[in-house]
Each structure stands twice: as structure tokens, then as C-alpha cells.
């Protein structure tokens, strides 16, 4: 299941009704298949130097009361993409929230586009105290597709639409965090689809409470040079998400990313947030996937 099928059908089940083609909340999914839900052996110990975390819309076949003890079990303590419905879930199991939605429209239409400013900015505004009320930090946001504009003309739009709740996140000590996506392959006409713009955009804002997640998998395939990147612009990077390119799968030797080299670079620069697993596994046993994901990345 793609990213954005999941979340479009995830909204529809948490909230009724979905905002533009999809409202990215969080997901109720139940097992479609015969595979038997992994059962924890008890907890695994990691070194403690990268904080794990995974996105929900890649293990979605798994509910989350299935999930996320799991999770605990193989050393993960948060989970990304979840929205507020699934909060009290997540902390009854112990597990953080490492990036949360609901307020978006969707993955395509974004802050680039005035037309939709209004109702996001109704979402965000509505958002980020029940983000900071359950304790979170990070709240996700999108830049929307081009559909023509200039790149120049979206940095205006973003940073217009943006400054309206900018004051809001900063009162209230959330994080928004805007997506940086290939173009190339996952999501063609993306604007926010390289880290100058991105950087840009931040540039402008001027927030601390502002900044951006790069997507190694993204990049790599829009740009490469994933090493002198985050050494050149992690102050603007609060947030990593994996998958092996190319395919977006498994992060193992079966692709061209090191990510033992990618981490241990994330490490130098004393980064302090999390890193989510957000690649499809293939293997007959997802989890063992997600598993071998963590020990890759444990370094």
C-alpha cells in the first residue's frame, strides 16, 4: 500500500469525511491477510544513540494494539503519522508520537496554493494546542504541488500562509515540519522537492519552530549527496525518514544507500530527534524487516 492510499483511507475512517482528496489522520486498519502478528520475545537493547521510530502507513496491515507492542519489542519507541484519535493508544503502550497529522488537506495540496490557506490554517490552528496538550512536539505540514507556479511564487505563498500560525506553534513549543518528497518518481510536481527551496522557505520564516524533514529516500533520488548534505544543513533538518532506493524498500545491502554511514553521519552533527523507518517491506514477515531496519540503523 502506497503512503498516500493509506493515508486517504485512513482519514476517511478516522474522521467520516476528508478535507480536499484526503485528510491524513491516523489509521484504524485491521489485518486483510493470514500472516500471524509477530508475538514479542521480549525487549531488545539498543545503544541509545539514534532515537528509532517508524512510520505507521508502512506496517498498516497491523493494528495498533497489535503494533505496538511490537514496537517495544524490537527497540522502537516511537511511531510517526499518527494522529489524535490514536494518542490514547500510544500512551497506554508507552509509545511517543514522533510526528504527528490530521491538520493537512493532503499530500498535494498545501501551503504553495492561497486557495487553501483558510482551511489549513483553521486545522493548524486547531491542531497544535491538542499536539501540545498530549505532550507532542512535531507537527507535519506539505508544500502542495506546483501545478505550474513558479517555485518563487510558492516560497511567497508558504511563507504568507505560514506566518499566520507560526506565533501559535512557537506559544505552544510545536515544531511544524514540512516534507521534502522526490518529484522524480513518488510525487511528481511536489514543490518542496529539494533542500535549497526548503532551506528557502525556513530562511524566510524565520522560526525555530519551523523547519523541515529530509527524507533520505526522497533525496536521494532527487539530489543525492545525503552525507555533505546533512553535514552542510542539519541545523534546518528536525526530522529523517529511511527507505532503500531504488524501490523504497528494505534499507539492507539490496540497495545503493549505506545507512550505517548515513546514521553515523546524522550522529556527528549531535542530532537529538528521531529517525523513522519509512520504507514498504517485502519480506513474508514485515516485522522481520522492520527489525533488520533497527539493527542496520543502530549505530
Known amino acids: 500500500m502506497k503512503r498516500r492510499t493509506f493515508i486517504q483511507n485512513s482519514a476517511a475512517i478516522t474522521t467520516g469525511t476528508i478535507l480536499g482528496t484526503g485528510c491524513a489522520t491516523t489509521a484504524t486498519t485491521t489485518m486483510t491477510d493470514t500472516t500471524p502478528t509477530p508475538q514479542p520475545s521480549g525487549p531488545t537493547l539498543r545503544k541509545g544513540n539514534i532515537r528509532h521510530s517508524v512510520s505507521r502507513w508502512c506496517f498498516g496491515k497491523y493494528p495498533l494494539e497489535e503494533l505496538l507492542p511490537i ?155 545525503i552525507i555533505r548534505n546533512i553535514q552542510d544543513f542539519n541545523s534546518y533538518f528536525a526530522h529523517y525518514h529511511t527507505a532503500g532506493v531504488p524501490g523504497r524498500n528494505e534499507i539492507n545491502d539490496s540497495q545503493e544507500l549505506n545507512y550505517p554511514a548515513i546514521m553515523k553521519a546524522i550522529l556527528k552533527t549531535g542530532f537529538k530527534g528521531y529517525v523513522a523507518q519509512e520504507f514498504i517491506p517485502t519480506y513474508e514477515n514485515p516485522i522481520d524487516s522492520l527489525r533488520e531496519s533497527i539493527d542496520i540503523c543502530d549505530v
Open 71 to 225: 514496537l517495544k519489542d524490537i527497540g522502537i519507541p516511537a511511531i510517526d503519522l499518527v494522529g489524535p484519535d490514536d494518542w490514547d493508544t500510544l500512551k497506554k503502550h508507552g509509545i511517543d508520537c514522533s510526528m504527528c497529522n490530521g491538520a493537512e488537506l493532503n499530500l498535494v495540496d498545501g501551503w504553495n496554493e492561497p486557495k487553501f490557506h483558510e482551511q489549513l490554517v483553521k486545522n493548524y490552528t486547531e491542531m497544535i494546542p491538542k499536539v501540545a496538550a498530549a505532550g507532542y512536539k512535531n507537527l507535519i505540514c506539505f508544500s502542495g504541488n506546483r501545478r505550474g507556479m513558479d517555485d518563487e511564487v510558492g516560497l511567497k505563498n508558504c511563507v504568507k500562509g505560514l506566518k499566520t500560525i507560526m506565533p501559535l506553534a512557537e506559544e505552544n513549543g510545536i515544531t511544524i515540519i514540512m516534507e521534502l518528497f522526490n518529484s522524480k518518481i513518488d510525487h511528481p510536481d511536489y514543490m518542496c522537492d529539494n533542500t535549497p527551496w526548503g532551506i528557502e522557505l525556513c530562511d524566510r520564516l524565520g522560526s525555530e519552530n519551523f523547519k523541515l524533514l529530509y527524507d533520505i529516500y526522497h533525496m536521494q533520488i532527487n539530489e543525492g549527496d
